[in-house]
């Protein structure tokens, strides 16, 4: 399966702050990205999908002005988080499609974990 | 709406014990289901994909069925073992996004 790496694994911040969260297609060019989020004992909870060369599409509730996503290439995708508040710590992960076009299989690279101050 | 349910929540077995795990979705007209092993802090591993023209998928002591007219999906593992424990979730593919179960934590004593 495809290889999703994401940088940090762990950050700490104070509120108020941005974070950046970069998601990488290590062995194959993804047109798509999915962003994830996951609070404890929950499900994962989807964000936005990122389309290489345009805007992202936010699912319902997600503030597009605070989660800020950017996929300028095949292979990276990040998830900027604004003006951070202790209620954005989460878990957030990202995740692939392989295949162009239609359903296919989903890699899940391997989470970073946010805590906001 | 889609929605996923997996039965039961948690699970302990004793090692060596053969186990089903439950996953239910609301709406029948799904492309695929997969299934996801997640460690604790850890992103998602995946393990079976079904089409939705499939019935099952195998892999290893995994197995996984589909069942789209009755909305459940069933994985079966067998011979437990120790490093199995984990959570199981199940996810649907609803056309735009994977829409997931809670999952089910499975504990498998030695």
């Known amino acids: 399966g495809a290889v999703v790496s994401q940088h940090p694994s762990r950050v700490i911040c104070k509120s108020g702050t941005s974070v950046k969260i970069e998601c990488r297609s290590l062995?194959?060019?993804?047109?798509?990205m999915f962003w994830y989020r996951q609070f404890p004992k929950k499900s994962l909870m989807l964000m936005a999908t990122?389309?290489?060369?345009?805007?992202?599409?936010?699912e319902q509730g997600v503030e597009k002005d605070k989660f800020l996503i950017n996929h300028a290439s095949l292979t990276l995708s990040t998830l900027t988080v604004t003006s951070a508040h202790p209620e954005d710590s989460s878990f957030y992960i990202c995740?692939?499609?392989?295949?162009?076009?239609?359903?296919?299989?989903?890699?899940f690279g391997p989470g970073t974990r946010l805590t906001v101050l | 709406k889609q929605e996923v349910t997996q039965i039961p929540a948690a699970l302990s077995v004793p090692e060596g014990e053969n186990l089903v795990l439950n996953c239910s979705f609301t709406?029948?007209?799904?492309?695929?289901l997969q299934w996801f092993r997640q460690d604790p802090g850890k992103g998602l591993t995946s393990l079976l994909l079904?089409?939705?023209?499939?019935r099952e998928q195998t892999s290893g002591r995994l197995n996984a069925s589909l069942d789209k007219s009755s909305g459940r999906s069933t994985l079966y593992i067998a011979a437990s073992q120790p490093g199995d424990s984990a959570t199981y979730l199940c996810?649907?593919?609803?056309?735009?996004?994977?829409?997931f179960g809670k999952g089910t934590t499975l504990s498998v004593s030695s």
């Open positions: 995740s692939v499609k392989q295949g162009a076009g239609g359903p296919n299989e989903q890699f």
């Open positions: 709406d029948s007209a799904i492309y695929n």
């Open positions: 062995d194959f060019q993804a047109t798509t």
């Open positions: 990122s389309n290489e060369g345009s805007k992202a599409t936010y």
């Open positions: 996810a649907a593919w609803a056309g735009t996004a994977l829409i």
């Open positions: 079904i089409q939705s023209s499939q």
